[in-house]
């Protein structure tokens, strides 16, 4: 699995710096994570990738609480909008999730993309047990 970030200035110019200076804020945070350049997410000067996934998502924008007047091509509302993608790069249904949204509610996509079963816990619950020498219980 990769995590990809795409940072952007359309949410309340939170991000007018270089795409250097984002790139170096964001692995500082979150070691091995590829940064994008900064670039525009939301219509017409949305970059390829988010014309792809704001296409793919469209049908689950009911699930982003998107008010009905609002049409997909802006479907992203705020920083931290999360797309799954399988391992060809297609768009896995349902799996966009919103700023509001807890990373965590991706991980019945992610164990389903995976080819694993569902748990009645969590992922790390999960691991900490394997693993108890990492410290991740």
Known sequence: MQILAFPSNEFG?????TSECARSFLHAGVPGLT????????????????????KAAAPFEATLDQ??????????????????????????PGAVFSSKQSPMQAEPFIRRALGLPPLDGHLLDEVAEAEPE???S
């Open 67 to 92: 008010p009905e007047w609002n049409p997909v091509p802006n479907l992203i509302k705020w920083n931290y909008y999360k797309f799954l993608l399988d391992v060809n790069g297609e768009f896995i």
């Open 35 to 54: 940064v994008f350049d900064i670039t525009d997410v939301n219509g017409p000067a949305a970059s390829e990738i988010f014309a792809f996934l704001q």
């Open 134 to 136: 990492r410290g991740l």
């Open 13 to 17: 110019h939170q991000e007018p710096s």
